[in-house]
């Protein structure tokens, strides 16, 4: 199993990318998506070294019981084909399983939920969409469109994310969203992630202008503001 995984990297311990838990994150190397904001440019083009699978396993046997889950990062880690085999493996180890993901692949995302593999879904919404491919770089919002209905109506804990360039998306772009989820009947968590300076995939520097972020609401929604100055 562990051979067929394009892990290149692994964060010991986190307390803030799993909520209320702890965790070490899995991170997963290629991406369908080419993001101007993405701060992982290794990642998407596959350039990294992957981890040697005896590291990984050793990593995860020291640390059954003392933490709560493991992350699965990327990159995009649902286009690996070994993903659901790797999520069994943890699970049997006694590790909750929190799955970070672009969306891009609903029908391995609902294969992970039917067969009770994940214990908390993270879904990028990278733009609404009107500026869906351009933002994206991938024409595929119908399939990202089955992920949302297919986060919606999960029983499992959740939210929905969207990463910020103010120059990128305004505040026009975030009530779009915020009303496609309304539309779809989503309900819980939306939390939007403000950029963060370094190096990106498109060499992006930090906007021109701000984001206006007052007064923003959604029926049924619980926004959060992540790296915004003062929110």
Not at 47 to 73: H, Q, T, W, Y
Not at 111 to 130: I, Q, S, T, Y
Not at 153 to 159: P, Q
Request: with cysteine.
């Amino acid at each position: 199993m562990w051979r067929k995984l394009p892990i290149t990297a692994l964060t010991p311990f986190t307390f803030q990318d799993y909520p209320e838990r702890t965790a070490c994150i899995l991170w997963f190397s290629g991406c369908n998506m080419a993001c101007a904001y993405c701060h992982n440019p290794e990642l998407v083009k596959g350039k990294l070294r992957r981890l040697a699978p005896d590291r990984i396993e050793r990593f995860l046997e020291a640390r059954r019981g003392r933490l709560d889950g493991v992350v699965l990062s990327g990159g995009e880690c649902t286009l690996c084909p070994a993903l659901p085999d790797l999520a069994r493996h943890l699970k049997s180890m006694g590790f909750l399983v929190k799955l970070d993901t672009n969306g891009t692949r609903p029908e391995r995302l609902a294969a992970l939920l039917d067969e009770g593999l994940v214990d908390f879904v993270a879904l990028d919404f990278k733009a609404p969409r009107a500026k869906f491919a351009a933002i994206t770089g991938w024409d595929g919002w119908r399939a990202f469109r089955r992920a949302l209905d297919l986060v919606t109506r999960t029983a499992v804990a959740r939210e929905v994310r969207t990463t910020v360039h103010a120059d990128l998306l305004d505040r026009r772009d975030i009530d779009a969203i915020i009303r496609e989820l309304e539309d779809v009947g989503y309900r819980g968590r939306y939390v939007l992630q403000n950029f963060r300076a370094g190096p990106t995939l498109g060499g992006l520097r930090g906007p021109s202008r701000r984001l206006d972020i007052d007064n923003l609401s959604g029926h049924g929604l619980d926004i959060e503001f992540r790296n915004f100055d003062g929110a």
